[in-house]
């Protein structure tokens, strides 16, 4: 079992910055990854951006463009959304992602979500 608690969404005009933050407490020694997804209302959750325990690999949506920056603190199990030059598109519920991978199966864990909203 993993308890994530997310904070650091508000409201920011177009252009601005924003930093969501995400600490998992529980089974922490089985997350394999860490991540941000997003949700528009009348949209399917999408992918933001994740980063791999082991070897460190990071993806991110295309839609990012350079302009977000994932980072994690192991040692406080805490995963960061650096998110800059945002746009009203971006305007979304985030949602922080932690997978544990055990020996025959991957489960995901899911924040409560944060709202972000830009402003034009």
């Known amino acids: 079992q993993v308890q994530l608690v997310e904070s650091g969404g508000g409201l920011v005009q177009a252009g601005g910055s924003l930093r969501l933050s995400c600490a998992a407490s529980?089974?922490?020694?089985?997350?394999?990854?860490m991540g941000w997804y997003r949700q528009s209302p009348g949209k399917p959750r999408e992918l933001v951006a994740s980063?791999?325990?082991?070897?460190?690999?990071?993806i991110y949506a295309d839609f990012v463009q350079g302009r977000f920056t994932i980072s994690r603190d192991n040692a406080k199990n805490t995963v960061f959304l650096q998110m800059n030059s945002l746009k009203p598109e971006d305007t979304a519920l985030y949602y922080c992602?932690?997978?544990?991978?055990?020996?025959?199966?991957?489960?995901?864990?899911w924040g409560q979500g944060t709202q972000v909203t830009v402003s034009s």
């Open positions: 992602n932690v997978r544990l991978s055990g020996r025959f199966s991957d489960r995901d864990y």
């Open positions: 980063t791999k325990t082991s070897g460190g690999l990071t």
């Open positions: 529980g089974t922490t020694s089985s997350i394999s990854a």
